[in-house]
């Protein structure tokens, strides 16, 4: 019988990927907990904003719970957007992701038009934490790195994605099939350490 895991998250998306990778565990989002509080990412990492949201869910569910946060970190702007990606251009309408995607990658290309290519380096980064309802906790992370180019390239993934080139590939996130994506991503490495983590506490 498979253990109940409560993924901190109401993307479809990243609930699919999650369950795909954690196999033995009946993984839902809190689609199922329609009640579950909406935690806002206060912390100023990764980490912190990953275990904020899964200790909450949590305490709320009785389940252990995984969430995660990842970003952009743009070496010429030291480290920014960092936990701010999804925030940098300041448009938080989450009722136009498509806009505000838009609005921040035009911002970033904006303040990097002066740096060389060769000074354009940046990563993704992913914090997957795991919480106990008993208080038990374990983070991973995940990284991709790679680097800004000038203009957007592609017509898959979001955010940044389209002006995001992979270091080893020389092609962007978005001109990646979603499973190419999920093998190399800063995600992918992030919930598939966790998985690991988690197939060795059943084992």
Known sequence: MSE??????????????????????????????????DVPETELTFTGNALLKARAIAAHTGLPAVSDDSGLCVDALNGMPGVLSARWSGRFGAGHPEGRDRANLELVLDQLSDVADAERGAHFVCAAALVHPDGREHVVEGRMEGRIIREPRGTGGFGYDPVFEVAELGRTTAELTPREKSEISHRGRAFRALAAYLDGLAG
Do not use: W
């Open 4 to 37: 109940g895991l409560v993924l901190a998250t109401r993307n479809p998306g990243k609930i699919t990927e999650l369950r795909g990778l954690l196999t033995s565990y009946a993984v839902v989002g809190l689609e199922a907990y329609p009640d579950a509080p």
